[in-house]
T-cell receptor, first 114, second 111 residues
Framework: AQSVTQLDSQVPVFEEAPVELRCNYS??????LFWYVQYPNQGLQLLLK??????LVKGINGFEAEFNKSQTSFHLRKPSVHISDTAEYFCAVSSQANNNDMRFGAGTRLTVKP | DAGVTQSPTHLIKTRGQHVTLRCSPISGHKSVSWYQQVLGQGPQFIFQ???????GRGNFPDRFSARQFPNYSSELNVNALLLGDSALYLC??????????FGQGTRLTVV
């Protein structure tokens, strides 16, 4: 079975500050890891994904994440956040590279304050 | 190209009724999955269909069912609605070499 734990339900941060959203996973098989963003009343948009290869993954909007197999983590980072980054962020794990059977975490609400 | 389209966008039903939600995948995508997102929670996997066959099922009761048509569109059916079925229902499609793309969802309210 696969599961994801997002360690922070809410993260408040000031504009232009760095941010890290934490995600731990558990799986008994090979994993594929994803971060999604959800703006109010919208669907999910893929930020980045780890399928294989380099453990540092770069995504859209300046976000990046690092896959750490020994710590079973996939934390999301951004060096300088903007007001527009305020949204809900979800970490997800899948047994398929085309991630059509994802298990999501409960989400982290990122609030960027001026 | 059109993205994943879901209909209707909003729906209000009464307890005990049944509901059908529809999803049209991105052209060329043969895999469709359904997720339930209760307010304040992450999406929960319900079903995956590929080439019209069920390939995965999450931990949902038998009141939930789905099917995929020859054109790869899909329907999610929920019978005997409960208040707890109120949620945003998301559909996602993918092909063999792409990640899943999500629709905007159907907001179901059960009263």
């Amino acid at each position: 079975a696969q599961s994801v734990t997002q360690l922070d339900s809410q993260v408040p941060v000031f504009e232009e500050a760095p941010v890290e959203l934490r995600c731990n996973y558990s799986s008994s098989v090979s994993v594929y890891l994803f971060w999604y963003v959800q703006y109010p009343n919208q669907g999910l948009q893929l930020l980045l994904k780890y399928l294989s290869g380099s453990t540092l993954v770069k995504g859209i909007n300046g976000f990046e994440a690092e896959f750490n197999k020994s710590q079973t983590s996939f934390h999301l980072r951004k060096p300088s956040v903007h007001i527009s980054d305020t949204a809900e962020y979800f970490c997800a794990v899948s047994s398929q590279a085309n991630n059509n059977d994802m298990r999501f975490g409960a989400g982290t609400r990122l609030t960027v304050k001026p | 190209d059109a993205g994943v389209t879901q209909s209707p966008t909003h729906l209000i039903k009464t307890r005990g009724q049944h509901v059908t939600l529809r999803c049209s995948p991105i052209s060329g995508h043969k895999s469709v999955s359904w997720y339930q997102q209760v307010l304040g929670q992450g999406p929960q996997f319900i079903f995956q269909y590929y080439e019209k066959e069920e390939r995965g099922r999450g931990n949902f009761p038998d009141r939930f069912s789905a099917r995929q048509f020859p054109n790869y569109s899909s329907e999610l059916n929920v019978n005997a609605l409960l208040l707890g079925d109120s949620a945003l229902y998301l559909c996602a499609s993918s092909s063999w070499n792409t990640e899943a793309f999500f629709g905007q969802g159907t907001r179901l309210t059960v009263v």
